[in-house]
């Protein structure tokens, strides 16, 4: 079933949990970054969270290799983040958990690539990145997940009785979700998910060049088995040329470029519709800026 909710993935840190771990066994938490930190402190409220492993120790630069990650086989779901927006990580594959239930925060990577699936069976996305405007969030649950909704649940924060209702408990984003259907219908125009992919795949590498060709002036954050095909971070040698940057890009029409708060240095956000004249303009705005 496709969902259409409100909250962002935000109110899915609590909704997730409340429907499916509150006072039954635990949950597994794959952690790779700040937003999966906060998915498993939301869940935390609701019942036993574990944490299956995480790439805190090491920076958030990577992801883990499957194989690595030690699952409980009595886990009510394993939950990760398919893309982690602020230190620019992401999965390069669906996750396989070997038959535990897999959910899945896919709000900043959703309907940039081909996904499978039948490997999850709950995905949830805030849709301002790639799937329309803020205020609409788009869950997809399988009916196996919805058949463990237990009695009890305010019915807005009940995934099955907004399924049985076809998300109108209550009147939706109207005027978001119509902009979800032209949405929709651009990526089916524009070839689908593997033309949009492609494209993705070519604005990143274009950007990525530019890093490995500045002889260390740009540092990638990223571990290159791990990096991000929307969002591009990386630090300059000092906090000073750091700022300077940002400010002489945003004079030559490129803005938004300086990296979240919590971690600071440049991040580049190339969702579906950052057009590849940009990702151009910005490599060589960068080519130039290091070798001044």
């Known amino acids: 079933r496709v969902l259409f909710l409100q909250g962002g993935a935000t109110l899915q840190f ?3 949990p409340m429907n499916f771990l509150a006072g039954i066994g635990s949950a597994d938490y794959i952690l790779t970054g700040a937003w999966g930190e ?13 944490i ?3 790439t805190a120790e090491a920076g958030y630069r990577t992801v883990p290799q499957i194989d690595d990650i030690d699952f409980d086989p009595s886990a009510r779901y394993i939950h990760y983040t398919s ?3 602020i230190e620019g990580i992401e999965f390069s594959n669906d996750l396989d958990a070997h038959g535990l239930p897999v959910v899945c925060d896919a709000s900043s990577n959703i309907l940039s690539k081909p996904i499978d699936i039948k490997k999850y069976s709950l995905i949830y996305a805030g849709a301002q990145k790639n799937i ?5 969030t788009v869950v997809i649950i ?8 237990p009695d009890g649940l305010p019915s807005l924060l009940d995934y099955r009785k907004i399924a049985e209702n076809g998300s109108l408990l209550n009147t939706p984003n109207t005027w978001g979700i119509y902009i979800i259907d032209l949405v929709c219908k ?7 998910l593997e033309a949009i992919q492609a494209r993705n795949i070519m604005k990143a590498r274009i950007l990525y060049d530019a890093i490995d060709r500045s002889d260390g002036f740009y540092s990638g954050h990223a571990d290159r088995n791990a990096r991000s095909l929307m969002n591009v971070t990386f630090r300059l040698p000092t906090p000073d040329l750091e700022r ?3 400010t002489e890009a945003a004079s030559a029409g490129m803005v938004g470029l300086a990296g979240h708060r919590s971690v600071g240095g440049i991040r580049a956000s190339i969702y579906n519709a950052f057009p590849l004249e940009g990702a151009e303009c910005l490599a060589a705005f960068m080519d130039e800026f290091s070798s001044r």
């Open 14 to 16: 609590s909704m997730v």
């Open 38 to 50: 906060k998915a498993a402190a939301e869940a935390r409220s609701f019942g036993s969270v574990r």
């Open 52 to 54: 299956a492993t995480s």
């Open 83 to 85: 893309n982690e927006t």
């Open 132 to 136: 329309g405007p803020s205020g609409v």
């Open 142 to 149: 399988s009916d196996e997940m919805l058949a463990r909704v």
């Open 186 to 192: 651009w990526l089916a125009d524009a070839g689908g």
């Open 244 to 246: 300077q940057f940002c």
